[in-house]
Each structure stands twice: as C-alpha cells, then as structure tokens.
C-alpha cells in the first residue's frame, strides 16, 4: 500500500463531513453533530481556524486528521492539538493511524511546537493502549471543563 498525505482544501468540505459522521458513529455521539458543510467551509478555510489533512492508501482518502494550534504560556510558544482522527473502519490495524500521527508530529516539529495533544474518551482502551505505546502520556490530574448553548450565552451577558 502506497501511504500518502494530502491537505483538505474548500472542495473536500463533504468528505470532511463524511469522516466527522464516521468517527461520531464510533465514538456513539451521531445524535451530536450539528456540523454542515457550510460550517466547515467557514470555520476551517474562510476563518482558517483549523487544518485537515487525510491519509491516502493507493490516493484514496481513507481517513482524517483535524487539528489547530493552541498555546502553552508555560513554553511560550504555540502546541499542535488534534481535535479528531479517524480512520476508515477497514483500514484500521495497517498503520495508518500511527503514520498519521507520526506526520502530525513531523508538522509540530516543523513548525517550532513545544506539544502535540489530544483528549481519548476513557472507554476507548484500544486507542488509550496505543496512544501509550506511542510514548504519549495521559494528563490524568487535569479535568476538562465545558460552557456550551444556553449557559455559554448566560455566560457571557
């Protein structure tokens, strides 16, 4: 298998959709996505809020990563966080989750990133295995919080 990259760009905002659909249905959050394709058109390359890149077996989109930078005030400089990778169910346990990873790592690197970070549901003891076996380290001691909807309004009145 020919295992390439290729950067999302304004047209691929469908398969985009298509792969977020994917991964909800895996992670049992389907009932969840409120994400359009306009959205994504929008917040990923009129905003340039966030980048897509897709792993590519024999040149066929098999997969995403979406991801953006976010900041360390502890390094001084800017991280790489992963806000979602999939992989196509049939094409899992060939390494193209791990070499999508490895490219994502190359980019931080490239682009002076003191981290690369994702969150992993805590049910997800596949992916939390493999994450180990990577080198990564869970952040245990820190809880996420989250303000969305109604609340984040009352917020911010």
Not at 61 to 85: I, K, P, Q
Not at 91 to 102: E, H, Q, S, V
């Amino acid at each position: 298998m020919d295992l390439t990259f290729r950067k999302a760009d304004e047209g691929d905002c469908a398969l985009i959709l298509e792969f977020i659909k994917g991964l909800a249905e895996y992670e049992r959050m389907a009932d969840q996505v409120v994400a359009t394709e306009e959205l994504l058109r929008e917040w990923i390359f009129e905003k340039k809020k966030a980048e897509v890149i897709f792993p590519c077996a024999d040149g066929k989109e098999v997969g995403f990563a979406l991801f953006f930078h976010n900041f360390s005030t502890f390094l001084g400089r800017a991280g790489l966080y992963l806000e979602d990778l999939f992989v196509l169910p049939e094409y899992r346990g060939l390494g193209i989750g791990k070499a999508t990873l490895k490219e994502l790592a190359r980019v931080a690197v490239e682009r002076g990133c003191g981290r690369f970070e994702w969150w992993c549901l805590d049910w997800n003891q596949p992916s939390i295995h493999f994450y180990k076996r990577l080198g990564a380290v869970p952040m245990d001691e820190w809880t996420t919080y989250r303000v969305t909807g109604e609340a984040l309004k009352e917020l911010a009145e």
